[in-house]
Structures are given as structure tokens and as C-alpha cells.
């Protein structure tokens, strides 16, 4: 399993592209402040549950933690995430490529998360 974390959606689609062989697990939250917490409230409960999950990923996955950005630009209905990826709310947790995905409070739950990782 692989961890990378990005910001914003060039560099997201740079590590997709370089992965396109593997399955990709990305996680988007809103971005982080100079103390590393997140404007968004259920980002900042989500994450600790998310990545208490990491060792479930199937092997050879590729786990990408993406920040969308700034509060004023993920609420721009015309953001790339929102526009290309179809992510409509933070925090997201999806099966890149398929329609598999977790949304805001569901990642409040360990046991969703480790359904999502397992899933053919």
C-alpha cells in the first residue's frame, strides 16, 4: 500500500495518472491551516477515523489524501472537484474510477470504511 497526500486537483490527477494500473483510494477534505486542522468540522472528526483504517487497504492499492482547498473555493459550485470529479461534499472517501464512495458522516464509521477497502 502507498500513502500520498496532495493538494489541490493538478496534482491529484499527476498521482492518478502515475497509479493508473493500481486501484486508487482518494480522500478529499478541505484544506489545512499553518497548525494542520482543516476548515471543515467533519474533515478534522473524519480523518483520525480514516486513517485508522489504512492497514484494511488491499495490497498494491494507492491511498491518496487530497485537500480540495480553501472554504471559498470548494464552495464554488464550478471547482474542478466538483465540476470533473462529481465530489459534492467534504470529507469523500471513493473507489477512484467507480461509483463506490463514503461521504461526510458515513466516515464518522470505521466499519463503512473498511466495506469500502474490501469491496471487488
Given amino acids: ?3 500520498v497526500e496532495v493538494s489541490g486537483f493538478v496534482e491529484f ?3 492518478v495518472d502515475a497509479n493508473k494500473d493500481k486501484v486508487i ?6 484544506a489545512k491551516d499553518a ?21 484494511k487497504l ?20 464550478g471547482n474542478d472537484f466538483r465540476t470533473k470529479l462529481n465530489v459534492t461534499a467534504v470529507p469523500t472517501l471513493m473507489k477512484y474510477g467507480t461509483p463506490q464512495k463514503l461521504v461526510e458522516g458515513e466516515l464518522f464509521k470505521p466499519e463503512l470504511i473498511e466495506m469500502l477497502f474490501a469491496e471487488d
Avoid at 483510494?25 to 478541505?30: D, E, K, L, M, V
Avoid at 486542522?37 to 483504517?53: F, I, K, L, M
Wanted: with cysteine; proline share 6%; hydrophobic share 40%.
Fill in 13 to 15: 490527477m499527476k498521482v
Fill in 1 to 3: 500500500m502507498v500513502v
Fill in 35 to 55: 497548525q494542520g486542522v482543516s476548515w471543515c468540522p467533519d474533515c478534522v472528526t473524519a480523518e483520525p477515523v480514516v486513517h485508522g483504517q489504512l492497514d
Fill in 58 to 77: 488491499p495490497d498494491g492499492s494507492v491511498f491518496v489524501h487530497c485537500q480540495t482547498g480553501d472554504r471559498k473555493y470548494w464552495k464554488d459550485l
Fill in 25 to 30: 483510494f482518494a480522500y478529499f477534505t478541505g
